[in-house]
């Protein structure tokens, strides 16, 4: 049975759905040039020299530029002052050529990160991370900005199962960034919604139960397969590497739940996800 399953298995290609979606917008920024002269700009605050920060802002530059957004990314020391860095968000605040603002996290210990995001401008908020665009998704209303990474986990999931109200759906991790934010994005799409974290019982018990799980606790392997039900699709957001191996793994073991799963995205996260 085991082996049927496997050959049933639906290997998501986020790498490919995320090049078809860049393709759509690429087209939708040429109309907005052409028709109303908007040309799409965004500002990236990048703050100290932290590895993966660099990464991650040199990425989203590469592909903003790569649809037709002009990209800057401003590199700030990482003793600068908080009331520093407030005064250059309110500049890109008030300059009309700018549409999109974004402080790379984390930012230096000295600095109140709740107070730097919510001086963003709430509709150049491309983060979703400002309180008002937070609310407004609790809320379940539409006029906001939505964090990218469960943005893209709910439009993988949809490209498997376009309806899914009345699924069962567990998120693992509670983080603001992820797992509480996946929570709502689930609950607006109708679905049972459980939320698992640290301190959870009967983790195992709950996921088995489960149509959709999306794992985003942020450790290697920690989702097994007799956790999974039979035909589940799951979404493993995490990203993470272990001692003495070069390779990335996710927070799912693939290579033992895709024997279970419907549809799973590939080992090491989501891969190039929208």
Not at 213 to 227: L, P, T, Y
Request: aromatic share 4%; charged share 20%.
């Amino acid at each position: 049975m085991a082996g049927i399953i496997d050959k049933m298995v639906k290997i998501i290609d986020g790498k490919g759905i995320a090049d078809s979606l860049c393709y759509s917008l690429s087209e939708n920024v040429k109309y907005l040039k052409k028709r109303y002269s908007v040309f799409p700009c965004l500002k990236v605050i990048l703050v100290g020299k932290n590895p993966a920060s660099k990464v991650y802002v040199r990425n989203k530059q590469k592909k903003a530029e790569s649809i037709g957004i002009s990209s800057e990314t401003i590199s700030l020391p990482s003793d600068i002052s908080e009331d520093e860095i407030v005064q250059i968000i309110h500049k890109l605040n008030s300059d009309s050529s700018v549409n999109g603002i974004l402080v790379q996290l984390p930012l230096p210990n000295h600095m109140n990160t709740n107070r730097i995001i919510n001086v963003i401008n709430v509709i150049k908020d491309v983060d979703g991370f400002h309180d008002e665009n937070v609310g407004k998704l609790v809320k379940g209303e539409k006029n906001c900005l939505i964090p990218c990474t469960p943005q893209g986990a709910l439009y993988l999931i949809k490209t498997i199962e376009q309806s899914i109200a009345g699924k069962d759906a567990v998120v693992i991790g509670r983080s603001n960034i992820v797992g509480k934010p996946m929570f709502h994005l689930l609950l607006q799409e109708n679905c049972t919604v459980t939320i698992l974290h640290s301190r959870s019982k009967d983790l195992a018990y709950y996921c088995s139960n489960a149509d959709i799980v999306v794992a985003a606790v942020g450790k290697a392997h920690f989702v097994q397969s007799g956790w999974i039900k039979n035909g589940a699709i799951v979404i493993d957001v995490g990203i993470n590497s272990r001692e003495g191996d070069t390779r990335l793994v996710g927070d799912v073991d693939f290579e033992a739940v895709k024997t279970k799963a419907s549809a799973i995205t590939p080992e090491g996260g989501t891969k190039g996800s929208p």
